[in-house]
């Protein structure tokens, strides 16, 4: 089984988790990039006109990719790790998830965030993707953690 660990990083705490959940699981990393990357003033969910806010304010917002270059056929197992945005995945992700095929994929969805939990997330992903793939709703990492905490986590997980 091959895995690879995709990720979009606004701020960087997604990164540093999908790097140590890649050196956990033996997988290759790929991440999620913006063509016009994000700012902090488009990050300011206090200001309804932020970039941030005007993209999560509609469902159907789909930020440009800087590329499509992720290898998918090449994997059995996706890993695809975000920060929570207004209770749900930033919109970049169905960005990703429409780019490619995931049929037959198994997709383990986890997350960043300072209080939220998934909320609509899984819903709002599903439709982005084939009918055959297999979704596991994985978790949301608070901070920092440990490759203990995600070795324990991964091996608690439906993979087979």
């Not at 049929?103 to 986890?110: A, E, H, L």
């Amino acid at each position: 089984m091959k895995n690879l660990v995709a990720y979009f990083s606004a701020s960087g705490t997604t990164r540093k988790l999908a790097k140590n959940l890649a050196e956990v699981v033996g997988a290759d990393v790929y991440e999620i990039k913006p063509a016009t990357p994000y700012t902090g003033k488009d990050l300011n969910w206090n200001n309804s006109q932020s970039r941030s806010s005007v993209e999560m304010a509609d469902i159907n917002s789909r930020p440009a990719l800087a590329d499509k270059d992720a290898k998918i056929s090449d994997y059995d197992t996706i890993f695809i790790g975000f920060p929570i945005w207004w209770y749900v995945a930033p919109h970049i992700i169905n960005s990703f998830l429409e780019s490619y095929d995931f049929t037959g994929k198994t997709i383990v969805i986890f997350a960043t965030s300072g209080g939220s939990g998934f909320g609509e997330t899984l819903n709002q992903l599903k439709p982005s993707c084939a009918d055959s793939v297999r979704w596991i709703s994985g978790q949301v990492f608070r901070g920092r953690t440990d490759k203990n905490i995600l070795s324990d986590w991964v091996k608690n997980l439906p993979l087979n």
